[in-house]
């Protein structure tokens, strides 16, 4: 079984995870910037100023700045039809509140825009992926304030005029359901709280975090309509990162707090971009945690008139839930579950569950009846070079074959699935921990946790894999 004609094969990056260059010319400090190291047990700092001596892995992240034709060529041996990347607000306005962009970092995307139309390669641009100039953040406390709207407006403006023959897909913010959980405050909205010292210190207010969600969703809604102002043929989508979520027994108890799960971690996002509303379960979210979101007059119009073209999310896991507060967690994505015996996980205990793709995707579809796309899936895991140079990284093409397969199953189901860009098709930087050593990428970069390395990159054996898989649009795995 093939995919349909015209489906996109790719991968995904995040500039703050890639593209390094923090500081080259004119770019301004982003929250990714101001984050330290970390490992799987030690959480990385947020240091409002930088610290001598400390390592900040974005800075130089695997310098995708200085490596971007290469990493193209790359790209296009593969057989690459899309590259899903992201712009770094700060190196188009470094303080996020400029009022005039910065020229030269809007070459560097004229530059990679023409290396990606040489090869054929679609760019998928995410305008904002946990790069929240951190000025904004320091003077407004990030998306808290109403006024960051009118910002990112002013830089989609930019972005749209400028690359509207370069770039037709579109994606407004990455998983912005993030926001939804104390994690995503200060990677997903800038918000930096008194007393938060590391991305899970436990350091919230809920309150000011769903107001942030809301002003995301005014600001996607308000670029959406611009977008298509400027012009007509942009197809332009939200980014959730998806939650699947069984519950652990038939206890109806079980059943509810699964569908809740659902509910609050996906649906709530998807219901407002995609159908342009906020869903009743909201409402009564909200009235109960005592959260009461503060809305202009126009925005319920703002968000029915800026409702996306299609969704688009990131699945790496499923979770388990039970009203039983004494089972044993298991750890994920952002957020955990209860363990799931049915199912093997990764070396960072991520839940490795291809089937859930296949039950997410045909859950979305039979929702929003939208285009859908996968644009992130893959496998973080410990890559060993043997003697010879190879990298036999079987266990990460075993985990996209079986997810592949699943998606494919899914089309066959009815599903309108176009897209699908794996995560990290390039090593980088992980989000989460700040580590090299969790690599996902069909390329190996020579850099280890510490920033140590040559940046040189090596073809695993998934690369060739994947490159017959796109050859033969899926049929061969």
């Given at each position: 079984?093939?995919?349909?004609?015209?489906?996109?094969?790719?991968?995904?990056?995040?500039?703050?995870?890639?593209?390094?260059?923090?500081?080259?010319?004119?770019?301004?400090?982003?929250?990714?910037?101001?984050?330290?190291?970390?490992?799987?047990?030690?959480?990385?700092?947020?240091?409002?100023?930088?610290?001598?001596?400390?390592?900040?892995?974005?800075?130089?992240?695997?310098?995708?700045?200085?490596?971007?034709?290469?990493?193209?060529?790359?790209?296009?041996?593969?057989?690459?039809?899309?590259?899903?990347?992201?712009?770094?607000?700060?190196?188009?306005?470094?303080?996020?509140?400029?009022?005039?962009?910065?020229?030269?970092?809007?070459?560097?995307?004229?530059?990679?825009?023409?290396?990606?139309?040489?090869?054929?390669?679609?760019?998928?641009?995410?305008?904002?992926?946990?790069?929240?100039?951190?000025?904004?953040?320091?003077?407004?406390?990030?998306?808290?304030?109403?006024e960051v709207i009118e910002f990112y407006i002013r830089y989609c403006t930019t972005l749209f005029n400028r690359y509207k023959d370069q770039v037709k897909y579109w994606l407004t913010f990455n998983?912005?359901?993030?926001?939804?959980?104390?994690?995503?405050?200060?990677?997903?909205?800038?918000?930096?709280?008194?007393?938060?010292?590391?991305?899970?210190?436990?350091?919230?207010?809920?309150?000011?975090?769903?107001?942030?969600?809301?002003?995301?969703?005014?600001?996607?809604?308000?670029?959406?309509?611009?977008?298509?102002?400027?012009?007509?043929?942009?197809?332009?989508?939200?980014?959730?990162?998806?939650?699947?979520?069984?519950?652990?027994?038939?206890?109806?108890?079980?059943?509810?707090?699964?569908?809740?799960?659902?509910?609050?971690?996906?649906?709530?996002?998807?219901?407002?971009?995609?159908?342009?509303?906020?869903?009743?379960?909201?409402?009564?979210?909200?009235?109960?945690?005592?959260?009461?979101?503060?809305?202009?007059?126009?925005?319920?119009?703002?968000?029915?008139?800026?409702?996306?073209?299609?969704?688009?999310?990131?699945?790496?896991?499923?979770?388990?839930?039970?009203?039983?507060?004494?089972?044993?967690?298991?750890?994920?994505?952002?957020?955990?579950?209860?363990?799931?015996?049915?199912?093997?996980?990764?070396?960072?205990?991520?839940?490795?569950?291809?089937?859930?793709?296949?039950?997410?995707?045909?859950?979305?579809?039979?929702?929003?009846?939208?285009?859908?796309?996968?644009?992130?899936?893959?496998?973080?895991?410990?890559?060993?070079?043997?003697?010879?140079?190879?990298?036999?990284?079987?266990?990460?093409?075993?985990?996209?074959?079986?997810?592949?397969?699943?998606?494919?199953?899914?089309?066959?189901?009815?599903?309108?699935?176009?897209?699908?860009?794996?995560?990290?098709?390039?090593?980088?930087?992980?989000?989460?921990?700040?580590?090299?050593?969790?690599?996902?990428?069909?390329?190996?970069?020579?850099?280890?946790?510490?920033?140590?390395?040559?940046?040189?990159?090596?073809?695993?054996?998934?690369?060739?894999?994947?490159?017959?898989?796109?050859?033969?649009?899926?049929?061969?795995?």
């Amino acid at each position: 079984m093939k995919m349909k004609d015209g489906f996109f094969w790719g991968g995904a990056t995040a500039a703050n995870q890639f593209e390094g260059g923090w500081n080259k010319d004119g770019k301004g400090p982003s929250t990714s910037d101001m984050m330290t190291g970390g490992t799987h047990t030690t959480p990385r700092r947020i240091t409002p100023v930088l610290e001598e001596g400390t390592y900040y892995p974005s800075h130089e992240a695997v310098d995708f700045y200085g490596h971007y034709k290469e990493d193209i060529a790359m790209m296009a041996e593969m057989g690459f039809k899309m590259f899903r990347m992201s712009i770094n607000w700060s190196r188009i306005y470094p303080n996020g509140d400029d009022l005039e962009p910065n020229e030269e970092g809007l070459k560097f995307y004229d530059n990679v825009f023409a290396e990606l139309k040489k090869h054929n390669i679609e760019p998928l641009v995410t305008i904002s992926h946990y790069e929240t100039p951190f000025g904004l953040t320091q003077k407004y406390n990030g998306w808290a304030s109403r006024e960051v709207i009118e910002f990112y407006i002013r830089y989609c403006t930019t972005l749209f005029n400028r690359y509207k023959d370069q770039v037709k897909y579109w994606l407004t913010f990455n998983e912005i359901n993030c926001l939804t959980m104390p994690l995503g405050a200060y990677m997903a909205g800038g918000l930096l709280f008194e007393g938060k010292e590391t991305l899970t210190d436990g350091v919230d207010q809920p309150q000011t975090r769903f107001q942030a969600l809301h002003h995301q969703f005014v600001a996607s809604a308000k670029a959406v309509k611009l977008g298509h102002e400027i012009n007509p043929d942009f197809k332009i989508g939200c980014m959730v990162a998806f939650m699947t979520t069984y519950p652990n027994t038939c206890n109806p108890d079980d059943i509810l707090l699964a569908q809740k799960k659902d509910q609050l971690s996906n649906m709530i996002c998807g219901d407002v971009q995609v159908r342009g509303a906020y869903p009743g379960f909201a409402k009564r979210f909200f009235a109960e945690e005592g959260i009461e979101i503060q809305m202009q007059p126009e925005d319920e119009q703002t968000l029915r008139e800026g409702c996306v073209d299609f969704y688009s999310f990131s699945y790496y896991m499923s979770l388990v839930e039970s009203a039983d507060a004494s089972l044993d967690r298991a750890e994920g994505n952002l957020l955990g579950g209860i363990k799931n015996p049915y199912l093997e996980a990764s070396d960072w205990g991520w839940q490795i569950d291809p089937k859930g793709l296949r039950y997410t995707l045909n859950h979305l579809y039979d929702r929003y009846q939208v285009p859908l796309m996968v644009v992130e899936n893959g496998l973080g895991a410990v890559d060993v070079i043997e003697e010879d140079g190879s990298i036999q990284d079987d266990y990460r093409i075993d985990y996209l074959k079986g997810h592949i397969e699943q998606m494919k199953e899914a089309v066959a189901d009815g599903v309108d699935l176009i897209a699908y860009t794996m995560w990290g098709c390039i090593d980088l930087v992980s989000a989460s921990t700040g580590e090299m050593k969790k690599r996902y990428g069909f390329i190996h970069v020579n850099k280890d946790n510490d920033g140590k390395g040559d940046l040189s990159r090596t073809p695993k054996k998934s690369f060739y894999w994947y490159k017959d898989v796109i050859a033969s649009n899926g049929e061969k795995l």
